[in-house]
């Protein structure tokens, strides 16, 4: 091969190793560049779910995330970042999004009467936490933590903060498959999965 074409390929197969590099390099981001990119669709964070009359949303929030949303509403101070990190680390968290699609508040989408309304804010606030469970892997998970969070009528959706237990598998990144066995609105079964390799992509967090 000609000298100066081997040196060409030479710096052919450089540039590609470098590349390849830092493809492989997880970015680097501040607290308010990390919550932007978990809350970014495209990142696959976020698992959605039509299903005729409801919208089911589900974010999965690393522990990074959730340290970042209580450092910046003035929750957490950064030098109790690590504490706090010891006190959450052994949790899983979500945050579950459910959207009446053709009506103005989602207890009452598509009821006839008031006990029904009532039926439903009860289920909610008391029963829906044993109807969720996680796989990840060969392990399902209960929820251990539950909070529905009311918006009196002011929006079409209800929202509700998951947490359930990290996996035995401690050193192997699994999908995560979310499960609502719903009682209440009529959808059955709801299954939505964040994916391993995205959670594997995700990047570092700066707290500088």
């Known amino acids: 091969m000609h000298i100066k074409a081997l040196v060409h390929l030479n710096k052919i197969v450089s540039l590609l190793g470098m590349l390849v590099l830092v493809g492989c390099q997880r970015a680097s981001l501040s607290p ?6 978990v809350e970014d669709k495209d990142n696959g964070m976020i698992a959605n779910k039509d299903l005729d ?15 970042a ?3 910046s509403s003035g929750i957490l101070k950064k030098e109790q970042i ?28 598509g009821i006839t009467s008031e006990d029904q309304y009532y ?22 998970l209960p929820c251990l933590l539950f909070h529905f ?8 959706y209800n929202t509700f903060v998951l947490g359930y237990a990290g996996s035995k598998e401690k ?10 066995d719903d ?24 707290w500088n």
């Open 69 to 71: 949303k209580e450092e």
């Open 171 to 180: 050193q192997i990144t699994n999908d995560k498959v979310f499960v609502y």
């Open 82 to 109: 690590e504490q706090r990190r010891n006190e959450l680390g052994a949790m899983q968290y979500f945050t579950l999004k459910i959207t009446a699609k053709n009506a103005k508040e989602l207890l009452r989408a």
């Open 53 to 67: 009359d409801f919208e089911y949303s589900l974010l999965y929030k690393p522990l990074d995330y959730v340290l």
């Open 149 to 156: 969070e009311r918006n009196y009528g002011l929006a079409p």
């Open 32 to 37: 308010a560049e990390y919550m932007a990119w």
């Open 119 to 140: 039926q439903r804010l009860e289920y909610f606030m008391s029963y829906m936490q044993n109807d969720t469970y996680l796989i990840e892997g060969k392990d399902t």
């Open 183 to 206: 009682k209440i609105l009529g959808t059955g079964k709801v299954m939505m999965t964040v994916q391993a390799k995205d959670i594997e992509k995700a990047p570092n967090i700066i």
